[in-house]
């Protein structure tokens, strides 16, 4: 299973942006959320951080009161 959550939801990824005079690839260095597909370039490529909002992740108030009692149920194992 893939962790969603936080920046685990951020890949680091080259994105291709055309070719050189040389015709050498040329890419930008950018992060791509593993939920939403979105793209997000740091001026300063993966020195830069992703964007700090959470990403695949629910706050038990959002899913149900149902939901959040028998949350604390599941067996993780």
Known sequence: MV???GYKAWWPMKQFKGRGKDGSYLSDEVYR???TGDVHKP???WNGRPPEHKTGEKNLTEVGSEYARRYELIQWD
Do not use: A, D, L, W
């Open 43 to 45: 001026h300063n490529g």
């Open 33 to 35: 959320n593993i939920v």
């Open 3 to 5: 962790e969603t959550s």
